[in-house]
């Protein structure tokens, strides 16, 4: 089946009491029971919700996975799949990986005994030199935020797998329609539901898609220990927006495009970060691995002044974090998404006082250019 197939009916199968069509809201913390040890496989909310089952089954087939677990937030997704490894053990972590995702490690799982050493993915050879012998978990995002590079998947695997490492790919940035990173080696998905998933900046949550078993079955165990559930409401949100992922991702894909050209050819922009550019450095592993470029564009204009400039005339686009909704958001990392990344880092990374973030949305893009263009004018 077809990826929009899937996305409209896995997990959504017709209300068995009802027959409603959407997947009902079920709104409840309990649920009665027939007798002693006889229930319909509902016991308790944290545990088990029909709303969150149908998103759950949902998001798996769309990342091509047999196991999904939804969680509250993106963070509470990755924190999950951190607690498959343990005191000692050594993480590699891609080096410029979502701001929240290094302040995890660096200031809370580092209290709890679990090395990590920040590696740039985007050379995958080298990820030889870091692996330990307590190495057990390669996590990489990619393209990465802001400046979207671009990590190669199936080589990352590869060498991990040579090592009997596993592999965690956050997909936030792409969403299943535009990449499948288990088809390439990669052993577990997480997602900020937040951003394409549910598309309509109207719910935060996580996701964790993978195929092995035994690793599922200590993520399903931590979500019910530690009770980082998405709701049954938000769960509902998700499910609705899913539904239109492979429209909406084709939209952002395309405005992304023609924004990035825009800004490419502006003479006041010194550089633009976008994958789909000829210009940009992996464009054609990102030509081989994803079957979009998506909606994230950055660009530099030169100085702090300059992007406050922008940031502070555009109309259309909404000065905000976060990404992925319908509408145009822009934003400076700097300040906001990366400010907790050191300033020797940010530099390294590109993530200059001068960049500036855009989450294209799907208004029409003459719109988003000329609010754009007049902004920078
Ligand atoms: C937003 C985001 C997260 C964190 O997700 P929350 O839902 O905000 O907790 C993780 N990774 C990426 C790439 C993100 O954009």
Same mark, same amino acid.
């Given at each position: ?45 944290r ?24 969680f509250a937030s993106?963070m509470a997704a990755?924190d999950a ?65 802001? *400046?979207?590079?671009? &990590?190669?998947?199936? !080589? $990352?695997?590869?060498? /991990? +797998?040579?090592?009997?490492? %596993?592999? @965690? ?37 996580g ?15 931590i979500q019910?220990?530690v009770g980082a559930i998405l ?6 949100? *998700?499910?609705?927006? &899913?539904?239109?992922? !492979? $429209?909406?991702?084709? /939209? +952002?894909?395309?405005?992304? %495009?023609? @924004? ?118």
């Amino acid at each position: 089946m077809g990826f929009s197939t899937i996305a409209i009916h896995a997990g959504n199968e017709p209300d068995i009491a009802t027959g409603a069509v959407s997947v009902p809201i079920y709104q409840t913390s309990t649920y009665a029971q027939d007798g002693l040890g006889r229930h319909k496989g509902y016991e308790y909310a944290r545990t088990q919700n029909p709303t969150r089952s149908a998103l759950e089954k949902n998001i798996a087939a769309l990342e091509g996975a047999r196991f999904g677990y939804a969680f509250a937030s993106g963070m509470a997704a990755t924190d999950a799949v951190l607690k498959l490894v343990r005191s000692g053990d050594h993480v590699i972590l891609g080096d410029n990986t979502y701001g929240g995702t290094f302040r995890l490690f660096n200031k809370v799982l580092s209290n709890y005994g679990i090395e990590f050493d920040l590696v740039d993915t985007t050379e995958a050879t080298n990820l030889e030199q870091a692996f330990k012998p307590n190495t057990k978990m390669v996590f990489v995002e990619t393209p990465t935020n802001p *400046v979207m590079s671009v &990590t190669d998947l199936q !080589a $990352v695997s590869e060498i /991990a +797998h040579q090592r009997g490492v %596993r592999v @965690v790919c956050d997909n936030t940035f792409m969403s299943p329609y535009l990449q499948r990173p288990i088809d390439f080696g990669v052993d577990i998905v997480v997602h900020s539901t937040t951003k394409y998933l549910n598309g309509h900046s109207d719910s935060v949550g996580g996701f964790v898609a993978l195929n092995d078993e035994k690793d599922a079955e200590w993520i399903q165990f931590i979500q019910n220990s530690v009770g980082a559930i998405l709701s049954p409401f938000d769960s509902f949100l *998700v499910l609705r927006g &899913t539904k239109t992922l !492979a $429209v909406r991702m084709e /939209a +952002h894909d395309k405005n992304g %495009r023609q @924004v990035a050209s825009f800004l490419a050819e502006h003479p006041k922009i010194q550089k633009v970060y976008y994958p789909g550019l000829v210009s940009h450095p992996q464009h054609e592993l990102a030509k081989r691995q994803q079957k979009g470029f998506g909606g994230m564009v950055a660009f530099e204009t030169g100085s702090l002044d300059n992007a406050k400039k922008v940031l502070e005339s555009v109309k259309l686009c909404i000065l905000g974090e976060s990404l992925g909704g319908v509408e145009s958001l822009i934003s400076h990392p700097a300040t906001m998404t990366h400010a907790s990344v050191p300033i020797e880092k940010r530099e390294q990374l590109g993530i200059t006082d001068g960049l500036v973030r855009i989450s294209v949305g799907i208004e029409d893009v003459e719109d988003i250019i000329s609010d754009l263009d007049q902004a920078l004018g």
